[in-house]
């Protein structure tokens, strides 16, 4: 198996506004911005860490506005076959959100949902893409799942992404903490919804040299802090984050 299969290649955020979330990740992260060039439809706007192309942003289809969806970060994993894994999801009690599709001169990707409602893209490029420096500041480096049936989310991962399960650890109340990845690579963990107002979500990991700096800047760039700053037991620090439009984020350091 190639080591990009399985792997998150794309971070893609879908916004209601883009000059304030451009404004806002530019100053609060610190990310380079390549703009849509001219005469672009979609407003298609690229982040970058130094040179490195990380991820995306877009104004969210009017469709999608209509049906209530929120704005929202989307993850695309590289997948060997776009239809054949979008085949799997199905299969696996998912639903395709988004049919395979093409991206001119980039490859081919689709949407689907998993059985408790969360998404995920499935991705596969023309040509080999970079994979994202999870030990570089301002790259993502962890993807985790909120979910009412982890035990079902790994089923339904494992079809569509072919992930499975590796370590995993007691985090009280929630049960267990499972974390999953390809067959060479941990990449995230998943764990059990406790609160029932709460709905499935992804949510992604950005690393940072200073949490408490990220945290403050986002709150005087119009964001809101969800949770910490706190340490975690590697001895680093984690805040939730919510920028102006409502998406949530995570940040953390080493």
């Known amino acids: 198996m190639s080591k990009r299969l399985g792997r998150h ?8 506004d ?15 911005l390549e703009s849509a060039p001219a005469g672009d439809s979609h407003n298609y706007n690229v982040w970058k860490v130094g ?20 704005a929202h970060w989307l993850g695309y994993v590289a997948v060997d076959d776009v239809q054949e894994a979008s085949r799997r999801a199905e299969q696996a009690g998912g639903h395709v959100i988004v049919p395979p599709s093409n991206i001119a001169n980039v490859g081919l ?6 059985p408790q409602g969360a998404a995920i893209a499935l991705f596969k490029a023309i040509e080999p893409v970079e994979l994202p420096d999870a030990t570089a500041p301002g790259c993502f480096s962890w993807n985790e799942l909120a979910t009412t049936d982890p035990a079902a989310a790994m089923k339904f ?13 007691d985090i009280g109340p929630k049960g267990r903490y499972q974390m999953f990845g390809p067959a060479d690579k941990t990449i995230g963990g998943m764990f059990k919804i ?5 709905t499935p979500h992804w949510l992604y990991y950005i690393l940072v040299d200073d949490v408490e700096a990220v945290a ?39």
Not at 51 to 67: A, C, N, Q, T
Not at 194 to 198: A, K, L, P
């Open 9 to 16: 290649v794309w971070y893609e955020l879908m916004t209601t």
């Open 216 to 254: 403050e800047r986002a709150t005087t760039m119009g964001g809101t802090v969800v949770s910490g700053p706190m340490p975690v037991p590697d001895g680093g620090m984690v805040a939730q984050i919510r920028d102006p439009q409502g998406v949530l984020f995570a940040v953390h350091s080493s």
């Open 18 to 32: 883009i000059t304030s979330a451009l404004e806002f990740y530019q100053s609060v992260i610190g990310w380079n």
């Open 194 to 198: 406790s609160d029932e107002n709460t």
């Open 109 to 114: 990707f689709s949407v689907v949902g998993d």
């Open 51 to 70: 040179d490195r192309e990380i991820g995306g942003v877009m104004e969210m289809p009017i469709e999608l506005k209509r049906s209530g969806a929120p």
């Open 157 to 169: 991962y494992g079809a569509a992404c072919e992930w499975t399960p590796t370590q995993s650890h």
